[in-house]
């Protein structure tokens, strides 16, 4: 039995299942773990959703920026134009049931016996990952139970920028969130910068990836992420190890094998 954790698919549907025959994945004995944001961007993303949830426990995934905006989008009964690849899933006679499904997703996924902890973006360097998966499960309680609908519609923006166990309401809610699946700059004091989204360089003064905060509180747990594409999978960083290759945008998807560590891609497909 193997482990792959796969970076963000956005969609990529024929790449993702090259990924799995390289490796040769078989779902009655490996289980893949995803970093979220299967959906959105590429031209397969209803593909990508159906085949994952047909997986059942083979799979494990956390919810990414887009999972999110596209349950927004359904609970909120808005098909936008300008997201096409939402829009097949919106409109698909399958949507409820999907959307219902992808409601009942994690934040956080960890594993004791493999020793990793998987999310989307990041986790504030001030939490550990006790209280990690604490203030996780705060967000997936709401979004799991009857206020759902409420908790998408305040979940956008930006603000507050820095933690206080004070927090309380829509606010605590949405930092939260923004940490776990937004996140890519913070300064020392694990105040965020959600508008930056480039290379590393681009930020400004004072900001550096979450991963790189001095005195960060889970340097020593080995973290899975996706979300930033800019990073080319390039981390030098102990334990954390990121995923996002950019196959949407022409690279690569990525899978790490958890057990020994040993990475797969495949090239992007070019019609």
Wanted: aromatic share 12%; net charge neutral.
């Amino acid at each position: 039995m193997s482990t792959y954790a796969i970076g963000d698919i956005h969609g990529c549907f024929a790449e993702l299942q090259k990924l799995l025959s390289l490796v040769a994945f078989n779902p009655e004995k490996d289980r893949l773990w995803l970093v979220g944001d299967l959906i959105n961007r590429g031209p397969q993303s209803l593909e990508v959703l159906r085949f994952v949830k047909f997986l059942g426990s083979a799979a494990t995934v956390v919810l990414g920026n887009h999972e999110l905006y596209a349950l927004y989008l359904h609970y909120h009964n808005r098909l936008l134009n300008n997201f096409p690849h939402l829009k097949v899933i919106l409109s698909a006679p399958d949507s409820t049931e999907l959307l219902a499904w992808l409601r009942q997703k994690p934040l956080l996924h960890y594993d004791v016996s493999l020793g990793y902890v998987m999310v989307h973006a990041g986790i504030l360097p001030e939490w550990s990952l006790v209280e990690a998966q604490s203030y996780a499960h705060e967000v997936e309680e709401i979004l799991r139970g009857p206020k759902y609908a409420d908790f998408l519609y305040h979940m956008e923006g930006n603000k507050p920028v820095q933690w206080s166990e004070n927090l309380s309401g829509w606010e605590r809610l949405r930092f939260i969130t923004n940490c776990f699946t937004r996140m890519r700059f913070c300064d020392a004091g694990s105040r965020l910068n959600l508008t930056c989204k480039a290379e590393i360089g681009t930020q400004p003064p004072g900001f550096m990836p979450w991963y790189m905060v001095p005195n960060r509180k889970t340097k020593k747990d080995k973290i899975i992420f996706g979300h930033w594409a800019a990073l080319a999978g390039q981390v030098y960083e102990p334990n954390v190890y990121a995923l996002d290759t950019g196959c949407v945008w022409g690279e690569r998807l990525t899978a790490l094998r958890l057990e020994d560590g040993r990475k797969f891609a495949v090239n992007k497909y070019i019609s």
